[in-house]
Structure formats: C-alpha cells, structure tokens
C-alpha cells in the first residue's frame, strides 16, 4: 500500500515483481548508463530472490525460488542436532531478531514457527488449535532456544523449535535488494515489498522520497504521506494477511508467551533506519500493549518514530504516536478543476 509521488525531472528507472507473497517495486534514478541501470535493477531483483530462499523455511514451494545453503530451512532440519553454519546476512537479521525477543519479554521472535503452523499462518489448517498444542508450542519459541556463535557464524536450534521470520523476511528483502543497488553505483531510489519501505538519497527533489500508506482497511484514517530521506517504513496490521479459520478471522500477530493472536491493535507503522528494523518493530509493538511498548521505547537509539492505530476495527480507531509528528511530510498535489 505505499506509493511514492509522482517525481518531477527524469522518469525514474524501475521494476516490479511479486516477491514474498507480496509486489515489489524497485526504483532508482537512472546511472550514467542504460546498461548500468539495467544491471543495477536486476541485481537487486536477484538480491530478494535470494533473500526470500534464505528466510523461507520450505523454499522449494515457492515461485522462483530454489533453497540455497545456510538458510532457514536447513537450520529447522537440524533442530536438537548441533551448530548449522548460516549465510552471513541471514546470521545478522537473526541475530537482531533474537534482540526483538529480549526487547518484548519472550512475545515476539524468530522462534514462532510452530505456533505458526498452529494457526495457519503459511499454510492452511482446518481448525482452531487445542490450548494443549498452544502451550506446547509457545514452550518452543522461547528466546533462550536459539543460541547464536558469532565467531564461528552458525546456530544451534533446540529440537522441537522452529525458526520463522516471516515479521522480517520483507524487511530483509529490501535492505539486502538496497545493498545490492548501492553496492553497483545507485544513490538515489527506493524499494518497496508489500507493506515495508526503504528510500535512500534525496528522492525526485532532495527533500526525500514521498511515500504515502493507509494504516486501516477500510480506510477510517487519513493517508500518512511521509517524506523518507535514508530511512524505512514499515506497516503492521490486522487486515494483512490476515488469519482466518473456518471464517474467523484474527489479526496474524501471536503473543508468544501465550500463543494467542493480538487483539485490541488494528495497526502499527515503524521508521527506523534499515527495512528489516522497521519491520520487525511495527510487529513487535503490535504484539506489546500500546503502553508498555511506548514504556520500552525509550531505551531506542536512535529513537524511531511510531503511530499506533488502537481498537475493536467497528469505528474510528485511538491514535497514539511517538515522533512521528517530527516526520517530515508532504502534501498531495490538488486536481486543477477543468
């Protein structure tokens, strides 16, 4: 749901394709070359790729996607079987991952693959699970069930755990398709997987990218239209992907402490500075209260900005923000009547 404003000057070069169940878009001010440019954007597409077979813990069923060495699917294999050597990039967003968990007190994490599959959350289950399963499977996403080596680069799992990302996986698709485009001469550009955004350089007029985004579905909020100059945004909601059981529907956010989904939160977006970081933290305050989150913020630096989006999702939601007011932002262009 983001778009960025129309640009004034040069048409921007860009791509599009379906990446994590989502679209994606790539966008970038044209390099010195027409090649260049075109290297430049399917180096990134090959950067997300890459990424999504990384993170997914069962690759093979995905569209373009083939399991490459040091992923999470090999790392879930070996649960209870020892240290698993990890791709360098995947090893850092687990690793910052595992800091979300200390961050929410053990209810948000890597480790939710099983309360995941409980609920239905990458695959479809035919009922809701038994408080018996729930208790057991939220035993297993315990921060303390994965244990990082950072000198050796690997993971070690404890058996009957299972490692999902999915709050983060688009998050990193976007830093790591970021790398690649700054790392072959891009400086100014955006890139964008469904609801998580990362704009570098000074966008079409050096002020930043405008990116737009409505936080409810229906919209019962006005657009958030913020400028983004080096930094990511992020949304959180009840109404993406959402869980639907039998025609129950829940938010797709789990307490991990009691394996339940979330209620009483209908949004959050996130600015921090990397995709996987904004991601992350829009999840993770989903999950909290609005106020112990707002409590566990201040220990942030950077500090990030957020806006909360609170209620039952039958009338106008409770806005609460954090910095978000100190966003610079910009203003639709008006129609001219003819």
């Known amino acids: 749901m983001f778009a960025a404003a129309v640009a004034s000057g040069a048409e921007p070069a860009a791509l599009s394709a379906r990446a994590f169940g989502a679209d994606a878009r790539i966008e970038i001010e044209p390099l010195a070359e027409r090649a260049l440019t075109r290297d430049a954007l399917a180096a990134a597409l090959e950067a997300i790729r ?27 294999r070996q649960a209870g079987l020892g240290p698993v050597a990890l791709d360098s990039g995947l090893f850092a967003l687990l690793r910052r991952a595992l800091d979300f968990c200390q961050f929410t007190g053990g209810a948000f994490g890597p480790l939710g693959g099983r309360l995941a599959g409980l609920w239905g959350i990458r695959q479809p289950v035919a009922g809701k699970p038994t408080l018996a399963a729930l208790t057991q499977a939220s035993g297993s996403a315990s921060c303390d069930r994965l244990v990082l ?87 959180a909601a009840a109404w993406i992907d959402p869980i639907d059981i039998a025609g129950d529907r829940a938010a797709p956010h789990l307490d991990h402490r009691t394996g339940r989904p979330v209620s009483g939160t209908l949004a959050v977006l996130a600015v921090t500075e990397t995709a996987a970081d904004a991601a992350g933290l829009a999840a993770a305050l989903f999950v909290l209260p609005q106020r112990v989150g707002l409590f566990r913020l201040a220990s942030l630096q950077p500090a990030p900005a957020i806006k909360w989006f609170l209620g039952s999702g039958s009338g106008p939601p409770l806005v609460a923000e954090r910095g978000w007011a100190e966003l610079p932002k910009w203003v639709e262009p008006k129609t001219p009547l003819r």
């Open 50 to 76: 890459r990424a999504e077979a990384l993170v997914s813990p069962d690759p093979g069923s995905l569209p373009f996607v083939e399991e490459v060495e040091g992923g999470v699917a090999a790392l879930n």
């Open 149 to 235: 080596d950072p000198a050796a680069q690997t993971a070690t799992l404890s058996a009957g755990s299972l490692v999902d990302l999915l709050a983060f996986e688009r998050g990193f698709g976007v830093d790591q398709a970021t790398r690649a485009l700054r790392e072959l001469g891009a400086s100014n550009g955006w890139v964008e997987i469904g609801q998580v955004a990362r704009a570098f350089g000074g966008g079409p007029d050096a002020a930043g990218w405008p990116i737009a985004v409505d936080a409810t579905q229906p919209v019962t909020t006005p657009t958030e239209r913020v400028l983004l100059r080096d930094r990511s945004l992020a949304l």
